[in-house]
């Protein structure tokens, strides 16, 4: 992946998930009662990003600081990717050139119809996770 495709992507995660999407949903169930945390992910760790949730969430755990096993709540960790990984693996890759063509074919050709029923879906197991207290939440949904 390009370093172009990078900044598309750290812009789009920080742009219209964060802002618009993720944050005033969180705001919405928990008004300014949340911790907001990040995993090491690209577009989790990038300067704006970071510098964007110290300023706009009550408090921020960086992906420095969270530990590797947390509940997941990242709708492209919990429904995309398993999306992503399903098409990009129905035939064998030959090599990593190839892998990443693929990757960006497969993820240009997810319909937003699915990236909103993620957010959707996120909402939902961002409340099953604030009624078991940070833990295990599976089993609420």
Same mark, same amino acid.
């Given at each position: /992946?390009?370093?172009?495709?990078?900044? !598309?992507?750290?812009? =789009? =995660? @920080?742009?219209?998930?964060?802002?618009?999407? /993720?944050?005033? &949903?969180?705001?919405?169930?928990?008004?300014?009662?949340?911790?907001?945390?990040?995993?090491? &992910?690209? &577009?989790?760790? &990038? @300067?704006?990003?970071?510098?964007?949730? #110290?300023?706009?969430?009550?408090? !921020?755990?960086?992906?420095?600081?969270?530990?590797?096993?947390?509940?997941?709540?990242?709708?492209?960790?919990?429904?995309?990717?398993?999306?992503?990984?399903? @098409?990009? =693996?129905?035939? *064998?890759?030959?090599?990593?050139?190839?892998?990443? #063509? *693929?990757?960006?074919?497969?993820?240009?050709?997810?319909?937003?119809?699915?990236?909103?029923?993620?957010?959707?879906?996120?909402?939902?197991?961002? #409340?099953?996770?604030? *009624?078991?207290?940070? *833990?295990? !939440?599976?089993?609420?949904?």
């Amino acid at each position: /992946m390009g370093v172009t495709e990078l900044i !598309f992507i750290d812009q =789009y =995660y @920080r742009d219209v998930l964060l802002s618009q999407q /993720m944050l005033p &949903a969180i705001r919405n169930v928990a008004s300014d009662l949340f911790v907001f945390q990040q995993d090491s &992910a690209p &577009a989790h760790r &990038a @300067r704006e990003t970071i510098e964007l949730l #110290k300023w706009e969430t009550p408090d !921020f755990i960086g992906p420095d600081l969270w530990p590797p096993n947390s509940p997941d709540l990242n709708p492209v960790d919990f429904k995309i990717w398993e999306i992503i990984q399903q @098409r990009v =693996y129905e035939n *064998r890759v030959s090599n990593v050139d190839e892998l990443k #063509k *693929r990757l960006l074919d497969v993820w240009h050709s997810v319909h937003q119809c699915v990236i909103d029923s993620s957010v959707d879906e996120w909402r939902k197991r961002l #409340k099953a996770c604030v *009624r078991a207290q940070g *833990r295990h !939440f599976e089993h609420l949904l």
